[in-house]
């Protein structure tokens, strides 16, 4: 089923660039922390609290965020907890000052940033559909935007900012991060007014909770979108655990060269981004799914066979290119494709599956690592990216995706004979 291409509205922009200034103070924080925990400690496991501290919100209360999300005003979520995390960075940026920064002090606050992050995120993703009227070519031209200068800011700007910014002095990374949050709570407060999710009657936050969970399980499509990440996570964050020894050992290159190869898996990633849509038009939005899942085993194969330098670049390139490509064409599809009342819990079940799968994947690697070499967890990731294209390839099909988007047009006609869906102010 396809759509017309028409023009963004106003809007977007507006969203856009809040987004790509809060993904810019993303990366000056995402390299500023860890770096200032370095300050403060040579203990592993101490610097290991601080980064894991950020990806805890997801795991202790990635649902029940989506069904908060989903009560409350979703623009109104978005520019409070941007404001939030502004006013947040400014304790740290204080205590860096009057040099009282501690660990417990940067896990805390990176565990409230991920906090922030799961609400604004969860609550970003629900609002989009409502911008742009669940119009699928627009999502995939909006998101496809959105991911890109994400993987521009907090790839590729960001970390060698932050990097900058601290050698001006511990608070001004921190400072720089809490400017950008405030930014764009401004931008994001001057966003039209969405409509207000439809309260679900008598039903307790835990219940709206394990209504949207199980809204995924029981719709096989979204089922394949959402193990799509899951196991994706898996095999990349086994690969990622021992891509650095895998360099070093069997490719023959030093930290320089490491962080070159990252970046042509970011370059990658950027050009998946930006060809996601002319994909999804050509080969039909399930079949463009089936071939980054398919690619993406493929070029992590090519990986762990790579002998040297060079073909390991290409070969994270062009696993980035897919895993680019997914990560538009895969949320667009959600967003066309789910009821407005479901959208927060639907998005968090789904980002929450995938967080829980990373510590499975960090602990394979490692294992397999130990236990047989270096190479062992990129075949072992190849094998699984490759059977998850098999097993989520009928889930994803084309005839489905159609079927569902028929759906989800019925729905939205129904609902606009008594209001209006798309924000265009």
Known sequence: MTSPISKLPTGFGRLWTAQTISSLGDGVSHAALPLLALTLTR??????????AGTLP??????????LVDRWDRRVTMWVTDAARAALLVVPAAAA???????????????????????????????????????????????????????????????????????????VPLLADAVSFALSALLVRSLPAAPRPVPQARESLLQQARAGASYVFRDRLLLGLALRPAVGNIAFIAVETVLALFAHDRLGIGTFGFGLLLTAEAAGGLVGAGIASFLGRRLGTGTALTCTAAVEGLAVLGLATASNPYLAGLALAVCGAGMGATMVLAPSLRQAIVPTHLMGRVTSTSRMLAMCAAPFGAFLGGWLATAYDVRTPLYTAAG?????????????????????????????EAATQDSPRSLTS
Do not use: C, H, K
């Open 97 to 171: 000052a009057l040099d009282l920064l501690s660990i417990p002090l940067l896990a805390t606050v990176a565990f409230l940033l991920g906090l922030g992050g799961l609400f604004f995120d969860t609550a970003a993703s629900a609002y989009l559909p409502d911008l742009l009227g669940r119009d699928p070519a627009l999502l995939e031209r909006a998101n496809s935007r959105l991911r890109g200068t994400q993987t521009a800011m907090s790839g590729f700007a960001g970390p060698p900012a932050g990097s900058a910014l601290l050698t001006l002095g511990r608070a």
């Open 384 to 412: 699984l990216l490759l059977a998850m294209t098999a097993v989520t390839a009928t889930m994803t099909s084309d005839s489905r995706v159609e079927a569902a988007l028929r759906a989800a047009a019925r729905d939205d």
């Open 58 to 67: 997801w795991l202790l209360f990635g649902v029940l965020g989506g069904a």
């Open 43 to 52: 203990d592993p496991m101490a610097l290991a609290v601080v980064t894991a």
